[in-house]
């Protein structure tokens, strides 16, 4: 049983900062890549940034310059670094894990952290 575990949000200025954090726990193998989604009321989910086991990562335009995104394999926890925060970056982020197996495809999924930012 694979479980994600995120936590550090909250409710934060405008221009503040917030860590984020996600553990991935039980048997979980061959990670491809983990991620931080949003999904801000009425809008659908987003990708906000994403790491691969190699360590490249990849934002989303609107975060380029203020999130950083970074991992540790050997924990199989991945954070998310937010400065500089908008209003606009308010919503619940997702924490996802993905990778391939001789089973094929899997994604793991957190539960989701509320991220608040008031202007």
């Known amino acids: 049983q694979v479980q994600l575990v995120e936590s550090g949000g909250g409710l934060v200025q405008a221009g503040g900062s917030l860590r984020l954090s996600c553990a991935a726990s039980?048997?979980?193998?061959?990670?491809?890549?983990m991620g931080w989604y949003r999904q801000a009321p009425g809008k659908q989910r987003e990708l906000v940034a994403v790491?691969?086991?190699?360590?490249?990562?990849n934002y989303r335009d609107s975060v380029k310059g203020r999130f950083t995104i970074s991992s540790d394999n050997a924990k199989n926890t991945v954070y998310l670094e937010m400065t500089s925060l908008k209003p606009e970056d308010t919503g619940v982020y997702y924490c996802?894990?993905?990778?391939?197996?001789?089973?094929?495809?899997?994604?793991?999924w957190g539960q989701g952290t509320q991220v608040t930012v008031s202007s």
């Open positions: 996802n894990v993905w990778g391939v197996t001789y089973r094929g495809r899997y994604d793991y």
């Open positions: 039980g048997s979980i193998v061959n990670i491809n890549a």
């Open positions: 790491i691969t086991s190699g360590g490249s990562t």
